[in-house]
């Protein structure tokens, strides 16, 4: 079901195969800084009769060189994907946060064509087909998800980009690929079948979430077995160094917990990287030392929902779950909840509705629930969308109700 990954994806360090016989030093060690146990895979939502896709071990290792954080394992993608319940959000937030992509690329290139790696349903190439661009393209590993697309009238082939799929495709004026890039394992195989896919004009544009954001507010719940990598701006320079490609820009936006866009050029493309934000690779500092506070931070955190909900359970109070998030699996799991703790989590996601949460039988209802069955509390696993929530669901508090939000730190709304 998994293999271990021992060397760094973006600069190769870790130790060295060694002929049979020879013991090996093991001197080049990546770092342990986080290990959360045996955890169900995040998005693993099965019904009553499925059979789930088991467990694996979540742990944290830094690549002292370059700093990546990745996983110590890698689960195979035939696993992982098989049963696969994320779908690109439609709220507010993400419609505005397609607004500001779009205009960000349409402020580098003319994108005429875009070619989008892990399209999921095609939300993203339609906003783009819907202000004007006409040449699209979706790939994406998710049988189910694809063929929305696709009915959506999005041109999308199912299949794994950095195989054998970006040698049969045209160049693109622009390749997007949106919070896949940390889902892949071999980034060189990445890069290169970018290069497949180029020209010297071609613009390639990375959106990922930002390591720094994700230990400045302790988003521990974020990592989980699909995000393989926790990329900062020093790793994604050590990847490129070898390659034909180079950093062009670097802009903070605030999706998912604060990601970064990262676009890339062709060394050959005769564009000036952006000097601002070549600046930015060279300020960022992240030390050992901030992942010991991160791993210490997330213990305390988990403690601390753990006992807040166990002593309002002890007080008679009810507890559901809002947003049955990838993260939502992480929480659930770190904490031990079950049934008995929270009692439903409810989801706009026809997708994982009247299954169960992995690893737990708390089963996930519709979003309506919350009114229906009015629990004195509520814990917003969906943190990220935390404004738009509250202005959402503010009969939920009107009628008495309290949201516990799980970051940056555990407190009641
Ligand atoms: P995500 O943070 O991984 O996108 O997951 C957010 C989950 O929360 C997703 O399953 C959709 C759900 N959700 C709601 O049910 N209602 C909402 O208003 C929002 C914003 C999200
Ligand atoms: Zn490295």
Redesign the pocket.
Known sequence: MYKLHRTCRACGYGPKPKPPGIKSQDSERLQSVLSLGIHPLANDFCGENDVHAGFAPLELLRCPACGLAQLSIVVSPEVLYRNYH?VT?N?EMMAKHFVTLYRLICEEEAPNSILEVGSNDGKFLAFCRSQGTQQLLGVDPAENLSRVAVQNGIPTICGQFENQVASAMAPADVIVARHVFCHIDNWNEFIRACGNVSRKTTLIVLEFPYVRDLIDNCEFDTIYHEHLSYASYGAIKALLRKSDFHIHSIQHVQI?GGSVVIMLRRNDSGHAPDAHSLQLVEWEKITEDDWRQFSTRALEKIKSLQETVKNLRASGATVAGF?????STVWMNCCGFNRADIQFI????PL?QWKFSPGTNIPITD?GALLRELPHFAVMF?W??ET??LK?QSRFRETGGKFIVPCPGVRMV
Do not use: L, M, Q
Request: with cysteine; charged share 30%; net charge neutral.
């Open positions: 994320y959000s709220s998912h947003g049955a998030s990838a993260k409810c989801d706009n996601t994982k979003e969906a990220n969308f738009e929530i959402k």
